[in-house]
């Protein structure tokens, strides 16, 4: 078998068989075939696709490239959530320890975050004292006990995707449907749960920029789900404007902190409620409806809050001792109006450029700086009301343009769009 004739076929548009896509996935890890043989292999899938049955043999050869968690021993219904990233994303935060109130387990394994914004490991590491790092003994004990827990992404889980998706990044291969699924997908199945749900984001903020292909996605999704027979469900959510008021490590952190005590964004609850319901729904059988009503009654009571505590304490973790350490700068608007768009890469990108994103893995991060809305969609704004915040450690050029230039007031009020698209079991 050789390498070369394996990425004619598929150049060819020729199916591949299960043999075919080990040879070629285990021989890169193996480092038996180059960088420059296993791009030419991966431009072949990006441009012609891979089949339905394609899609799963890849998958499978990446689970088996790694450790298999085997979290039966827990025995109670676990359940992962996995965002596809978004800027000022921290559902998992809060979704975590609500889900974990009800009985359910809810393990995440998380990364550190490439390009924008930080990642939920970031946001982490932004509280003294948390531990990312924990054996697998103590991470099962923690599900045991607390019910959730929040750790860095084992270097030992699908191994062959930690190396595929590097080279992706790199040579810019990375929005492929089945390579996006097959990596996804490896990396959830083989970390043990039950139940997978995935919030898939879709727009200007998000790798998916419409809907058409976020389905696509979405389906591929469910259907690999199937075929190891574990219920997958995506929500689209709408990612055209930011997740929230705060996009930062530490400024996200706080958010939660925010929320928990009954002080939140209208659209980062009706996604958190929603996201925690489907969850609850999913792994304990019952309707959403019922889901939605124990959610509600978990953050009312104050529960979930208790919980979100018991778990950071638990990792070690000081929420009064935040790495939030930076210079403020009060942004004033000078329009009257409604805001009718707040861009979130434009944000995004500001938050980058003062140094809460990395190039590459090893990059270090200031988890301080960061941006925070005072006002949002819909909303009415004066002349001489406060926008929003830049907190920063270092001046760039015309941060004050650019966060003003994010967004968009009107003196008609436009109708603010779903956060919540729509949901593909």
Same mark, same amino acid.
């Given at each position: 078998m050789k390498a070369i004739e394996i990425t004619y076929k598929k150049n060819n548009k020729e199916k591949l068989s299960y043999e075919e896509i080990r040879y070629m996935v285990n021989s890169y890890v193996k480092n038996k075939i180059s960088d420059q043989t296993m791009s030419e292999f991966l431009w072949a899938i990006y441009y012609n696709g891979l089949s339905m049955d394609e899609t799963y043999y890849l998958t499978d050869v990446m689970i088996k490239s790694g450790e298999i968690i085997d979290l039966s021993?827990?025995?109670k219904k676990v359940v992962d959530k996995h965002s596809t990233g978004g800027v000022g994303d921290k559902i998992t935060l809060i979704v975590s320890p609500i889900v974990a109130c009800?009985?359910?387990?809810?393990?995440?394994?998380?990364g550190r975050s490439l390009g924008l914004t930080g990642g939920t490991v970031d946001k982490l590491e932004s509280i003294t004292g948390y531990k990312l790092k924990i054996s697998k003994e103590a991470f099962i004990d923690e599900l045991k006990t607390v019910g959730c827990a929040v750790i860095s992404q084992s270097d030992k889980i699908a191994v062959a995707d930690k190396k595929i998706y590097a080279l992706r990044d790199e040579i810019g291969a990375v929005d492929s449907i089945p390579l996006i699924a097959s990596s996804i997908m490896s990396k959830k199945i083989a970390s043990g749960s039950d139940v997978i749900i995935i919030d898939l984001k879709v727009g200007a903020g998000a790798f998916m920029k419409n809907i058409k292909d976020a389905t696509k996605l979405a389906k591929t999704m469910v259907n690999i789900g199937k075929y190891y027979n574990k219920k997958v469900i995506c929500t689209l959510s709408d990612m055209d404007s930011p997740l929230g008021l705060n996009i930062g490590n530490s400024l996200e952190v706080k958010e939660v902190i925010d929320f928990f005590n009954g002080k939140y964004d209208k659209r980062l609850y009706e996604l958190s409620v929603y996201i925690s319901s489907l969850m609850i729904s999913a792994a304990k059988g019952i309707t959403q409806k019922r889901a939605k009503e124990i959610v509600v009654n978990l953050l009312e009571s104050g529960h979930a809050k208790n919980k979100f505590k018991e778990w950071i304490k638990y990792q070690g973790g000081d929420l009064k001792k935040l790495k939030d350490k930076c210079k403020k700068y009060v942004i004033i608007s000078h329009e009257t109006g409604y805001v009718n768009k707040v861009d979130s890469?434009?944000?995004?990108? #500001?938050?980058?450029?003062?140094?809460?994103? $990395?190039? /590459?893995k090893t990059d270090r991060i200031d988890y301080a700086v960061?941006?925070?809305?005072?006002?949002?969609?819909?909303?009415?704004v004066r002349a001489?009301?406060? #926008?929003g915040t830049i907190?920063?450690?270092? $001046?760039? /050029?015309n941060f004050e343009e650019r966060f003003v230039d994010a967004f968009k007031i009107e003196k008609k009020k436009k109708k603010v769009k779903k956060i919540i698209i729509k949901t593909i079991k």
């Open positions: 021993k827990l025995k009800t009985g359910v387990c809810v393990p995440k394994m998380s890469l434009k944000l995004a990108t #500001l938050v980058y450029d003062l140094g809460a994103g $990395r190039h /590459k960061g941006v925070s809305l005072n006002k949002t969609l819909g909303q009415k001489g009301d406060v #926008l907190y920063y450690n270092k $001046r760039v /050029k």
